[in-house]
């Protein structure tokens, strides 16, 4: 599985951003999907998941109202909507997959398959 994420950049307070990962991988439709965060110095930080068949759909508490995951299996790709970023969402975000099910959707150890990062960077 190879996953290429894309769309990150700078952007003012308040603004938007949508991030996109596309997935190499026969039967896309069979994993699940997500997004974590990295900042320097910290642990990843789940950001967003959504299950293979788009039947769960999960947000950390702090992006809840702001982020939207959402995914289109048919060109296999999955995507992060970010709207009314903060400069405390400034980080490196990746993103994930993982087959098996169910699956501890917050946890960095449940998902073998990680993209490089796209870095979002948020000026206040």
């Known amino acids: 599985v190879q996953l290429q994420a894309s769309g990150g950049g700078l952007v003012q307070a308040g603004g938007s951003l949508r991030l996109s990962c596309a997935a190499s991988v026969h039967s896309f439709n069979l994993y699940s999907v997500g997004w974590f965060r990295r900042v320097p110095g910290k642990e990843r930080e789940f950001v967003a998941a959504?299950?293979?068949?788009?039947?769960?759909?999960i947000y950390a508490d702090f992006v809840k109202g702001r982020f939207t995951i959402f995914r289109d299996n048919d060109k296999k790709m999955v995507y992060l909507q970010m709207n009314s970023l903060k400069p405390e969402d400034t980080a490196e975000y990746l993103c994930?997959?993982?087959?098996?099910?169910?699956?501890?959707?917050?946890?960095?150890?449940?998902?073998?398959?990680w993209g490089q990062g796209t870095l979002v960077t948020v000026s206040s």
């Open positions: 994930v997959a993982d087959s098996r099910y169910p699956l501890n959707y917050y946890s960095p150890l449940q998902y073998d398959w």
């Open positions: 959504v299950s293979r068949s788009a039947g769960s759909i």
